[in-house]
């Protein structure tokens, strides 16, 4: 290729564009990504004078391949999108191109839809190639998505694929990836010993193989099949055959993708606790979360940093199981805040300069505002739902645009059990549950130190969140009759006494308590827990630091808004706005969402009487309905909060999500991240009523404290009935 790119008449556009193209391929090939992307740079310029869009396209496809293989996602994402506008026709090739950087992006699902897809047109399109390499990736997704039975068929397809159009490195990767999957599979039902060691002399066998194909697009095939194949022996016990196979892998080498590179530091990890070798297990743990750090970095949006857990996975299982094996509550808890510390923290420190999803936001506002005005009968549903999906494919278009943004933020270091009890004094106490191998353990830190604690099957502790919800939702309905809500009360306040009994009880805590937990744990209205009445309380999904010293008295700026049909909501944020001086109330035409988003912006205090929404299936379209439509969760990334105290007066906006990997998102865990101090919120239903009767209280205390939990601790206790609104915030003295 080079000495044809040496003999080409240059002014021959076409084809020199083709054999750039052609020659950036080999270098793709043997993993050398560098210089593949400057000769694909070279044939999109020859192709743009040509003008043919296949040409163009093509070049544009393969430069995002490059950057996505040099790690620049957000970059390779535009670029293909760029391709698949320009591209006449779809023969799935765009669609393959874009599941891979999503793939890489820990956008499991997404990219498993696409995929999914995708494999039709290639299939159609008689591209068996790329077909196979399709089912290889889609295979990958549901490994990552734990759908072992579903990942080891898709794989097996896609090796007879390979195998059909003569790619013997491809073919003995995905046999590698079958037998990843049996791995993934057996560390929750371990097989027995020969089948152990069968299925680590065939990878063994594969490794062989891979050793003669050689490389392909940056994967080493013999080297993937003795990372798996190690696995297997430390699972059988043979720590000897699995160091003399490990060691052969060696260091990274160039082009190799991230997913491998981490895979050899979790095999690494994962030997070296086995060896007994603590220091060495740590050094590697630490190495594959640098890794996810430093890949974090490029990424952009909120969703995209959050989804990129998904290749901690298997590191956090290694780290998190030999830090149990030793029985400390130290290692325990350090073990968990290294994972979710990796991929905590904002997103973006500053907002992208992305108009066109500003418009498409409006435009869905504008149509879940026309939606609420509908009335809510049979005869409108259909009128109503229409212009629902409408919104619903605007926002999955906003999605997307967010995956093109690049990031700049800092992750944060994690906390560890050291600084916590420093942190804490007195009688107060911080606890990090965690859920591993079927237990629901909690890590207990005081002045006094730290200790760990089993509290049973986690499955109880779910069934009775769900079954608190739902009992708030029936209690908290004036439609229903009024034996029915006492029936439901009644079965609310047992169902909080058996969850103190089981998440509280053991702990032994009477002052301060700082909770960190995912789901289902976050779901607990904690301040209405028997015994946390009146008691200061606060909640996160990770050690947070950013808190700053009290400041009651001082000067501060609040901003009291009210949303449309909230029954007590203007005379809610006039009692309010009362006990501030100089407050800024919005009711009415004047409470909309630029409005609130420039206080967010700017004030101390916001405090917001609404209806709000979490969207379990698409987080980041949590939402706070306003006088123009909602305000979404999706257009708060990007902002810096100056450390307020935000406080969402609205039902059940304090939900969350798990994404894959275990991180959380929703409206509160948004606003933390970008700098929110403190997030009041309800993680049930909230009457109307109910928060018209304690937020005065409320905001009187915290104006007298700056003090939030305490503020609602007192607040809540003189009610009678349980309020679900809960304080997320960091530890104070972090």
Same mark, same amino acid.
């Given at each position: 290729m080079s000495e044809a790119l040496a003999v080409h008449d240059v002014s021959n556009h076409r084809d020199v564009a083709v054999t750039y193209l052609s020659r950036g391929n080999v270098y793709s090939e043997f993993g050398m990504f560098d210089a593949a992307r400057r000769d694909y740079e070279e044939s999109y310029a020859h192709a743009k004078v040509v003008g043919e869009p296949l040409s163009i396209s093509s070049a544009l496809q393969n430069i995002g391949y490059a950057q996505y293989a040099l790690g620049d996602l957000p970059s390779a994402l535009a670029s293909m999108e760029e391709a698949q506008d320009i591209r006449q026709g779809d023969d799935g090739i765009p669609m393959l191109g874009r599941a891979e950087v999503l793939f890489e992006s820990g956008l499991l699902e997404d990219a498993e839809r696409l995929l999914r897809t995708a494999t039709g047109y290639l299939e159609r399109a008689r591209l068996r190639a790329d077909h196979a390499e399709a089912e290889w990736y889609r295979a990958r997704c549901l490994l990552g998505l734990r759908q072992y039975d579903d990942a080891r068929a898709v794989a097996g397809h896609a090796r007879r694929l390979f195998t059909e159009v003569g790619n013997r490195p491809m073919a003995v990767l995905t046999h590698v990836l079958e037998l990843e999957a049996e791995l993934a599979d057996a560390r929750s039902k371990p097989p027995g010993g020969p089948t152990v060691r069968r299925r680590a002399e065939t990878a063994l066998e594969a490794a062989a193989e891979g050793d003669v194909t050689g490389s392909?697009?940056?994967?080493?095939?013999?080297?993937?099949?003795?990372?798996?194949?190690?696995?297997?022996?430390?699972?059988?016990?043979?720590? !000897? $055959? #699995?160091?003399?196979? +490990? &060691?052969? =892998?060696? /260091?990274? *080498?160039?082009?190799?993708?991230?997913?491998? %590179? @981490?895979?050899?530091?979790?095999?690494?990890?994962?030997?070296?606790?086995?060896?007994?070798?603590?220091?060495?297990?740590?050094?590697?743990?630490?190495?594959?979360?640098?890794?996810?750090?430093?890949?974090?970095?490029?990424?952009?949006?909120?969703?995209?940093?959050?989804?990129?857990?998904?290749?901690?996975?298997?590191?956090?299982?290694?780290?998190?199981?030999?830090?149990?094996?030793? !029985? $400390? #509550?130290?290692?325990? +808890? &350090?073990? =968990?805040? /290294?994972? *979710?510390?990796?991929?905590?923290?904002?997103? %973006? @420190?500053?907002?992208?300069?992305?108009?066109?999803?500003?418009?498409?936001?409006?435009?869905?506002?504008?149509?879940?505002?026309?939606?609420?005005?509908?009335?809510?009968?049979?005869?409108?549903?259909?009128?109503?739902?229409?212009?629902?999906?409408?919104?619903?494919?605007?926002?999955?278009?906003?999605?997307?645009?967010?995956?093109?943004?690049?990031?700049?933020?800092?992750?944060?270091?994690?906390?560890?059990?050291?600084?916590?009890?420093?942190?804490?004094?007195?009688?107060?106490?911080?606890?990090?549950?965690?859920?591993?191998?079927?237990?629901?353990?909690?890590?207990?830190?005081?002045?006094?130190?730290?200790?760990?604690?089993?509290?049973?099957?986690?499955?109880?502790?779910?069934?009775?969140?769900?079954?608190?919800?739902?009992?708030?939702?029936?209690?908290?309905?004036?439609?229903?009759?009024?034996?029915?809500?006492?029936?439901?009360?009644?079965?609310?306040?047992?169902?909080?006494?058996?969850?103190?009994?089981?998440?509280?009880?053991?702990?032994?805590?009477?002052?301060?308590?700082?909770?960190?937990?995912?789901?289902?744990?976050?779901?607990?209205?904690?301040?209405?827990?028997?015994?946390?009445?009146?008691?200061?309380?606060?909640?996160?999904?990770?050690?947070?630091?950013?808190?700053?010293?009290?400041?009651?008295?001082?000067?501060?700026?609040?901003?009291?808004?009210?949303?449309?049909?909230?029954?007590?909501?203007?005379?809610?944020?006039?009692?309010?706005?009362?006990?501030?001086?100089?407050?800024?109330?919005?009711?009415?035409?004047?409470?909309?969402?630029?409005?609130?988003?420039?206080?967010?912006?700017?004030?101390?205090?916001?405090?917001?009487?609404?209806?709000?929404?979490?969207?379990?299936?698409?987080?980041?379209?949590?939402?706070?309905?306003?006088?123009?439509?909602?305000?979404?969760?999706?257009?708060?990334?990007?902002?810096?909060?100056?450390?307020?105290?935000?406080?969402?007066?609205?039902?059940e906006v304090g939900g969350s999500s798990e994404v894959v990997g275990g991180e959380v998102l929703g409206l509160t865990s948004v606003l933390l991240r970008l700098g929110a101090r403190a997030v009041i919120a309800a993680v049930a239903p909230l009457p109307d009523a109910l928060a018209a009767q304690v937020m005065p209280r409320f905001h009187a205390r915290l104006r007298a404290t700056d003090d939030p939990e305490a503020s609602l601790a007192a607040a809540c206790a003189e009610t009678p009935e349980p309020v679900p609104l809960v304080c997320f915030s960091s530890l104070e003295g972090l």
């Open positions: 392909f697009l940056g994967h080493h095939p013999g080297h993937a099949a003795r990372l798996v194949a190690a696995r297997w022996f430390v699972l059988a016990g043979d720590l !000897g $055959r #699995a160091r003399e196979t +490990f &060691d052969v =892998v060696g /260091r990274d *080498r160039p082009g190799m993708p991230l997913t491998s %590179r @981490v895979q050899r530091f979790v095999v690494a990890a994962q030997l070296a606790f086995a060896e007994g070798n603590r220091s060495r297990g740590l050094r590697a743990v630490r190495q594959g979360f640098r890794l996810l750090a430093e890949h974090r970095l490029r990424l952009g949006a909120v969703e995209s940093v959050t989804a990129a857990a998904a290749h901690g996975v298997d590191l956090q299982l290694v780290d998190v199981g030999a830090a149990l094996e030793t !029985g $400390r #509550a130290h290692a325990l +808890f &350090d073990a =968990v805040e /290294r994972g *979710r510390s990796t991929f905590a923290g904002a997103g %973006r @420190v500053t907002p992208p300069d992305d108009p066109q999803a500003a418009e498409l936001l409006t435009e869905a506002r504008g149509l879940l505002a026309a939606a609420r005005e509908i009335p809510a009968d049979a005869e409108h549903a259909a009128e109503r739902d229409a212009l629902s999906r409408r919104a619903r494919r605007i926002q999955e278009q906003v999605r997307e645009r967010s995956w093109l943004h690049s990031g700049d933020a800092e992750v944060q270091r994690p906390v560890t059990v050291r600084e916590t009890v420093r942190a804490l004094s007195g009688d107060a106490a911080a606890v990090n549950y965690v859920i591993f191998g079927g237990r629901l353990r909690a890590v207990r830190a005081s002045a006094r130190g730290a200790n760990v604690l089993d509290l049973g099957e986690p499955g109880d502790v779910a069934e009775l969140v769900r079954r608190v919800r739902a009992d708030i939702a029936v209690a908290a309905n004036n439609h229903i009759p009024p034996l029915l809500r006492e029936a439901a009360r009644a079965s609310l306040d047992r169902s909080l006494k058996k969850l103190d009994a089981i998440v509280l009880a053991p702990l032994g805590v009477d002052g301060d308590l700082h909770v960190v937990a995912r789901e289902p744990l976050l779901g607990i209205p904690w301040t209405a827990l028997p015994s946390r009445q009146g008691r200061r309380t606060s909640v996160n999904s990770h050690m947070a630091r950013g808190r700053r010293d009290a400041r009651p008295g001082t000067d501060h700026r609040l901003l009291a808004a009210a949303g449309p049909h909230v029954a007590h909501g203007v005379g809610e944020v006039s009692v309010v706005g009362t006990e501030w001086p100089g407050a800024t109330v919005l009711t009415g035409a004047s409470a909309t969402t630029a409005a609130v988003r420039e206080a967010l912006a700017t004030h101390d205090v916001i405090h917001l009487a609404a209806h709000g929404r979490h969207d379990a299936d698409n987080p980041l379209f949590a939402s706070i309905d306003l006088a123009d439509g909602p305000l979404f969760a999706h257009e708060l990334d990007g902002m810096r909060l100056p450390g307020s105290v935000v406080v969402l007066a609205a039902c």
